[in-house]
Nanobody
Framework: QVHLVESGGGSVQAGGSLRLSCAAS????????MGWFRQAPGKEREGVAV????????YYTDSVKGRFAISQDNAKNTVYLQMNSLKPEDTAMYYC???????????????????WGQGTQVTVSS
């Protein structure tokens, strides 16, 4: 079993920055891949960024490349999402998720992830 707790959300103006944190506990084998997803009202959940726990490899959705950075501190069992140059379209509930394995090019596919946090709200005003 894996437990995930997000923090760091808030309200910022466009161009601002936020850093989200995801504190993980439980079976480390079930969180080989840690990801951030987001869901805006009326929209489907979208994969934002993923990191491999062991290799450190990362993957981003195109809309956040160059603005967001995912990182991890394995000693603290924490994954971070640094979000810079925020835009109003980044407004959403952000969720942390964990998976044991992710297949092929499906790193950002939410159905690959078994464990989810409760979410943290990010609001960007223009």
């Amino acid at each position: 079993q894996v437990h995930l707790v997000e923090s760091g959300g808030g309200s910022v103006q466009a161009g601002g920055s936020l850093r989200l944190s995801c504190a993980a506990s439980g079976d480390t084998r079930s969180r080989n891949y840690m990801g951030w997803f987001r869901q805006a009202p009326g929209k489907e959940r979208e994969g934002v960024a993923v990191i491999s726990r062991y290799s450190g490899s990362t993957y981003y959705t195109d809309s956040v490349k160059g603005r967001f950075a995912i990182s991890q501190d394995n000693a603290k069992n924490t994954v971070y999402l640094q979000m810079n140059s925020l835009k109003p379209e980044d407004t959403a509930m952000y969720y942390c998720a964990a998976a044991r394995w992710v297949t092929g090019a499906a790193w950002l596919t939410s159905s690959q992830y078994n464990y989810w946090g409760q979410g943290t709200q990010v609001t960007v005003s223009s």
